[in-house]
């Protein structure tokens, strides 16, 4: 699975990453909410086969000129709002799977109207499609304050914000 992620993104994006300087990288922040340090053994017909660690890999052999990837994961929600001021202080675009904060985190809703009021990009990504799934994972209430939002395809949805955020810092 991993060797069709492998440099797909660096295809699609080519010279549109150019600007992006090598010498200093732009971090971006990947920040992944509650049980999906279970990837790869939790319901893998919803989330797949793919391991956080797989993630990592898919998402650094991009290679993008000028792209660090962060990735973290964490079952607080209190450690994930504190990435958030985080990236904010520190001017970050972050990716952001919240997981099951997606539906009832208020506190992580401000946390990231915070970074994109500051003018840094967020994109909430998912895995499974939301809305194909259960009536109370059809409700986010972190979409309204984010950048945009992209749901429902595997470790695409991941390579799908990174392309957009390179492609706007470049």
Known sequence: MLADHQGWLSTKLGAMT?????????????????????LGTRDPDVYGNGSLEDLRVALTAEELPGVRIDLRQTNDEGELIGWLHDAIDSRTPVILNPAAFTHYSYALRDAAAMLTQAGMLLVEVHLSN?????????????????TGVIAGFGFDSYLLALALIAKRLG
């Open 18 to 38: 150019a600007p992006l300087d090598a010498t200093t990288p732009t971090t971006v922040l990947v920040l992944n909410g509650p049980n999906l340090n279970r």
């Open 130 to 146: 939301p809305h194909a799934r259960e009536e109370f994972r059809h409700t986010s209430v972190i979409s309204a304050v984010a």
